[in-house]
């Protein structure tokens, strides 16, 4: 076992190495303006929660005019209003300027979503997915698209997930030979990697009678399962707030002990690092792999966890005890842990770390090496739109990467949207200390 402090001293080598391969961020003026606007947001709440609102309205407004409106009158409840936006309010008082206002605030919204958001359809974002292979990042596929209400809703989501299943095999069966991204100590990994949400593939899925979203979910996920192992794809199931979590995971285990997907696909679920009993569900998985038989080891994903602010809002009006870390240090610390344990349960399951943190990526490097792993038994996976850079980074290192890439409209995407400028906005985030110009060290110091 290796001390401590030659850990860390690993750990903050690794970090130089991350930081130094990262691209100057001179080299992306058009992402330095929404940053310029994220850090204004992250400093007032005020703004910050005129931007979220104006987001969240802007699928719905039938005019530019309309769209100014609504910006003037979210804005006019911040009390300091930075230079450029009080400008920009004063033109709204004729009809030309609310034209032109309103355009320009439709075309950053837009502009930002794609910042996030790859394509409106798997089809149209091939290219952006082969672009990625040709730089040495693999991508998972997720088709925007939250809870549905109506079984109409969840068979047209199945079906939207059918239908990229087959345009991510048809269009990845051209891309060029990539062995770093295409196989690992524990066999083959397949190109096309697809992420599926349960609570989109019914509306059942409620706590107080979870058997039965479970039931309506899986004779949408079955043959989901099947199309994905006759095309040689990997389906990933997502985890969602936490009062569907139990469901969800019982979903996932009761369809892939079923004989028939014994041998395949190659499947996986998300660990929230966020969740104060993940530890306990990390051992009910490990549990599970150990008991299942399955040819194919599952992939854990874990995450830190985007359902923070649902989490603690429901459990505060309801009286709960909030289930989730409120110092992002303890979470920080908890997903380190995590991640240990995962690896050493190397055989059982697959790791996949995701995170922006380079303090949790250069730990989860690191913390391989020490057990005796070789890089290519650790997949780190990034988010399209938020680490790209760092995602480069670690691919240019020689690192196995994927990148997680939201696909679909914005109208579903806003929910999705929001909690992506949430991360990037909240004052505590790693993202946050980065933008304003932290230390390295201070970024890469134990939580």
């Not at 930075?82 to 605030?105: C, S």
């Not at 790209?388 to 994927?402: F, T």
């Amino acid at each position: 076992m290796i001390p401590d402090r030659h850990l860390e001293a690993e750990i903050h080598a690794v970090g130089h190495e991350i930081a130094a391969a990262m691209p100057s961020r001179a080299r992306h003026p058009i992402r330095a303006l929404d940053e310029r606007a994220m850090e204004l947001a992250s400093r007032d709440e005020e703004l910050r929660a005129a931007l979220f609102r104006l987001v969240d309205v802007t699928p719905a407004c039938r005019s530019t005019e309309e769209l100014a409106s609504h910006l003037t009158g979210y804005l006019s409840t911040v009390s300091e209003r930075p230079a450029p936006i009080e400008a920009a309010m004063r033109t709204a008082h004729t009809r030309a300027g609310a034209r032109a206002l309103g355009a320009a605030a439709a075309a950053g919204v837009r502009h930002m979503a794609h910042r996030f958001i790859v394509a409106e359809t798997p089809e149209k974002a091939v290219a952006v997915f082969a672009g990625l292979w040709r730089d040495g990042i693999a991508s998972s596929v997720d088709l925007l698209g939250e809870a549905t209400v109506t079984h109409d809703e969840a068979d047209r989501y199945a079906e939207r997930c059918a239908a990229a299943l087959d345009a991510l095999t048809k269009g990845a069966a051209s891309w060029p030979e990539r062995p770093r991204l295409e196989r690992d100590p524990l066999g083959p990994l397949p190109r096309a990697n697809l992420s599926v949400k349960a609570s989109a593939l019914t509306p059942l899925m409620h706590p107080d009678a979870p058997e039965v979203g479970e039931e309506d979910a899986a004779r949408r996920l079955r043959p989901l399962l099947r199309r994905a192992r006759e095309a040689n794809a990997h389906l990933h199931v997502d985890m969602e707030s936490l009062d569907t979590l139990d469901a969800t995971s019982d979903l996932v285990f009761d369809l892939l002990a079923e004989p028939e997907f014994r041998t395949g696909p190659s499947t996986g679920v998300v660990l929230q690092a966020y969740l104060r009993e993940s530890p306990e569900r990390l051992e009910r998985i490990l549990e599970w792999a150990a008991a299942g038989g399955r040819e194919s080891p599952i992939t854990v994903r874990l995450v830190k966890g985007a359902y923070w602010d649902h989490e603690v809002v429901e459990a505060r009006a309801h009286g709960w005890p909030t289930p989730v870390f409120e110092d992002r240090a303890e979470c920080d610390r908890n997903f380190e842990a995590l991640t240990d344990r995962l690896l050493e349960a190397r055989g059982l399951v697959r790791t996949a770390v995701a995170s922006h943190n380079m303090r949790s990526v250069a730990h989860a490097i690191v913390a391989n090496r020490a057990q005796g792993g070789g890089d290519g038994d650790l997949e780190l996976q990034v988010l399209r739109g938020l680490g790209d850079d760092l995602g480069h980074a670690l691919a240019a290192l020689g690192l196995r990467v994927r990148a997680y890439c939201p696909v679909g409209d914005l109208v579903s995407g806003m929910a999705y949207l929001v909690r992506r400028l949430l991360e990037n906005t909240a004052n505590d985030s790693f993202l946050a200390d980065r933008a304003s110009g932290a230390a390295l060290e201070k970024l890469l110091a134990a939580p």
